[in-house]
């Protein structure tokens, strides 16, 4: 029996995901490769998270989204599953907003960062 958890997400951009967790300070390594679980289990994951317990935490794509996969028994960050997705999101969402702002002629004109943890951003295009 498996002790592995899938927990969906709406991540579907595998660049903006690894900006994500570098922004976050989180050590992560490219896949493919073996994410580590209970007695020897393993998960294949694109972007792996190793954890000092050995026991590992990935991301996978599974056709729509990457989704976590670990072994929630031994999960080992400063934050509670759901703190750490909610702040990998945030990071996230601001990569693709910015990514795609880039794509469609704007860049940042400000940036501003808020007491409750929300980011405002101004964007601007110049047009001839």
Known sequence: MSHFSQIKTQIRNL???QNALTDLGINWKPGPREVRGYQ???HSAEVAIEQDNG???????????????????YWQQN???EGFLRQLTQRYAYHTVVKESARAGFQIAEQQ???????RLVVQRWSA
């Open 15 to 17: 660049e903006s995901l």
């Open 40 to 42: 020897g289990q393993t």
């Open 55 to 73: 026991y590992d935490i990935g991301f996978r794509w599974n056709g729509k989204e990457y989704e976590l996969v670990a072994d929630l028994q």
């Open 79 to 81: 934050l509670s599953v």
């Open 113 to 119: 960062q808020n007491e409750d943890g929300s980011i």
